[in-house]
């Protein structure tokens, strides 16, 4: 039997989908716990404190969406990957502006889902022995995964965080979307660059005038190594 890797919540209210997920979940080592309903799904995650949730947007009860708000507002950064629709661009887009980690959009690959909740819990345990690095007032620790601006702590999610440190680690120099996609993801190609755009402007409001992550224009990211 596989090794116990943690519990994984799915928030699903389609059975046949939710079964699917468990049983290919289960097989790489997973324990996994299943709701149906929002706002159970909300109580089971505060409750049993999951690795990673898997959390479909169209739920009885309670949407993804506002579980995702309310998980980040207690202080939750629990990976978290959205379940969407083809036609809820706006609601995956609102849920990443709120803290969620990665997307998949139904119909996907029970494969590629556990594939992304690896990715995510491969990128947050992250390893421990990388230097802390410092990018003008920024001070970010990839071994305790903290960031701190002006010496005051700021909480990011998963992906925030490898974005950033990504972008810390590389100061001057200048990312595509696509390069940006595949190094923090591991994919690329298959996302629209709303997805970046969104996860940049969600940096940049958190780090404030401290943070100077530049765009050029139809290039792509960077960050100013002498920003003050």
Not at 70 to 75: A, M, N, S, V, W
Not at 82 to 107: H, Q, S
Not at 144 to 152: A, C, H, P, S
């Amino acid at each position: 039997m596989a090794e116990n890797k943690g519990l994984v919540l799915i928030a699903e209210d389609e059975r046949h989908i939710a079964d699917l997920q468990r049983r290919y979940l289960s097989r790489e080592g997973f324990g996994v716990h299943v709701e149906a309903d929002g706002n159970e799904a909300l109580a089971a995650a505060r409750r049993l404190r999951p690795v990673a949730i898997v959390l479909d947007i169209a739920l009885p009860g309670m949407d993804g969406v506002e579980i995702c708000r309310r998980l980040r507002e207690d202080g939750d950064w629990t990976p978290i990957v959205f379940v969407t629709a083809r036609d809820e661009v706006t609601d995956r887009i609102l849920g990443l502006e709120l803290g969620a980690d990665d997307y998949l959009t139904k119909p996907f690959s029970p494969q590629e889902l556990v594939a992304r909740v690896k990715s995510l819990l491969r990128r947050a345990s992250g390893p421990r022995q990388d230097p802390v690095h410092r990018v003008g007032r920024l001070v970010l620790d990839t071994g305790r995964r903290t960031l701190r601006v002006d010496g005051r702590p700021v909480e990011l999610t998963t992906t925030e965080f490898n974005l950033l440190a990504h972008l810390m680690h590389h100061p001057g120099q200048v990312f595509s979307r696509d390069q940006l996609l595949a190094r923090v993801w591991g994919y690329a190609g298959y996302r629209d660059t709303r997805v970046m755009d969104v996860y940049i402007s969600q940096l940049r409001a958190k780090l404030g005038d401290a943070g100077a992550i530049r765009t050029v224009r139809g290039v792509g990211y960077g960050m100013i190594d002498d920003a003050r």
